[in-house]
Nanobody, 124 residues
Framework: QLVESGGGSVQAGASLRLSCVASGRTFGSYAMAWFRQAPGKDREFVSAIGPGGTITHYLDSMKGRFTISRDNFKNTVYLDMNSLKSDDTAAYYC???????????????????WGQGTQVTVSS
């Protein structure tokens, strides 16, 4: 089970931290990812992090603004989002990829478990 929190409504330029608490399997053995879905658009990959937390992968447009991290003692993965833009408005989903999926190969089709999503709304 994946439970996200931290979404909200903010002004452009603001920051938010999303959190996702995982339960039900050995968290520290699996990569984790964040996706987002804007109204009328497909769900898109945002970022992923390896089991140990040292290897990360981002959608190019997120590099430098978003940071993924994890705390394996708390079974939690985070997404720090800075300099938010109106284009970042979407539902953000925590995701657990199928085991051993390379970070650069993670797509919506490779996800084994999804969270329920948390809404981020950025107004300009």
């Amino acid at each position: 089970q994946l439970v996200e929190s931290g979404g909200g409504s903010v002004q452009a330029g603001a920051s938010l931290r999303l959190s996702c608490v995982a339960s039900g399997r050995t968290f520290g053995s699996y990569a984790m990812a964040w996706f987002r879905q804007a109204p009328g658009k497909d769900r898109e990959f945002v970022s992923a992090i390896g089991p140990g937390g040292t290897i990360t992968h981002y959608l190019d447009s997120m590099k430098g603004r978003f940071t993924i991290s994890r705390d394996n003692f708390k079974n939690t993965v985070y997404l720090d989002m800075n300099s938010l833009k109106s284009d970042d408005t979407a539902a953000y989903y925590c995701a657990a990829p199928a085991h051993l999926t390379p970070l650069e190969k993670i797509t919506a089709a490779t996800i084994a478990y999804w969270g329920q999503g948390t809404q981020v709304t950025v107004s300009s």
